[in-house]
């Protein structure tokens, strides 16, 4: 089987920092840094959009375990199932989290969850490094595995915020003396009302990268929360 750009980019990516940082500071790394800080923000915005006791979370490219510690630390009751295709961040978020958080390395553009098994699906900065085909055959197996009514919450760049427009400049002038690292994507709205619509998903809301979450920080990215409609909707 071809492996996927992402895969050989961030496996490279992750042996470079654990090559030249003490092992906490490139696990931070690895993730865009902000450790603690970020995973606060991103716990709040599944609040936002509906976590609560009992439900199951699938964390799409949770990397170093930013997103499960924050979790971990809520004092929420949850099943949790994060997966990355480095196995070094999953071994390293195993030793942050509690024993009954799962890890797996999996490497395909799917899901490997059954049927309408997940209430809430989430993917936090991980689009931003996808070709668009990609992000919406996920999305689409995302939906395969979600329960009705059940939740995606992902984070995306966009050109119409102004926060955002740093990253493209940044990556044109990498590319300009040919020091282009990994990938870069940008989704407009308008591109995730498409997906939405054709995978028959509900746009519950966007969030603005600069928008505070719950009395909190804002998380910078953008951030939409789409719904797979309960039966008799769709």
Request: with cysteine; hydrophobic share 45%; glycine share 8%.
């Amino acid at each position: 089987m071809a492996q996927f750009h992402f895969v050989e980019d961030y496996e490279k990516f992750v042996s470079q920092l654990v090559k030249t940082y003490p092992i906490d500071e490139a696990m931070a790394m690895a993730v865009g840094g902000n450790f603690e800080h970020t995973g606060r923000v991103e716990t709040n915005l599944l609040l936002h959009a509906g976590l609560c006791d009992g439900m199951k979370v699938f964390d799409l490219g949770c990397g170093s375990g930013r997103l499960a510690v924050s979790l971990s630390k809520s004092g929420i009751n949850l099943q949790y199932m994060g997966t990355d295709v480095v196995q070094a961040l999953l071994d390293y978020a195993k030793s942050k989290t509690p024993s009954h958080f799962e890890f797996k390395r999996h490497l395909d553009i799917s899901i490997p969850a059954a049927d309408a098994s997940i209430d809430i699906a989430c993917a936090f900065s991980v689009f931003t490094h996808l070709l668009h085909y990609e992000t919406y055959l996920y999305l689409e197996d995302m939906r395969r595995a979600l329960k009705p009514g059940g939740l995606i919450v992902f984070s995306f760049l966009e050109f119409a915020e102004k926060g955002h427009w740093h990253v493209f400049e940044s990556t044109v002038d990498a590319q300009r003396v040919k020091q282009v690292g990994h990938l870069n994507t940008f989704i407009e709205r308008n591109a995730i009302q498409a997906w939405a619509e054709h995978l028959k998903l509900e746009v519950v809301q966007f969030i603005d990268g600069g928008t505070p979450v719950l009395d909190g920080a804002p998380l910078g990215q953008a951030t939409v929360i789409l719904q797979r409609p309960v039966e008799g909707r769709g």
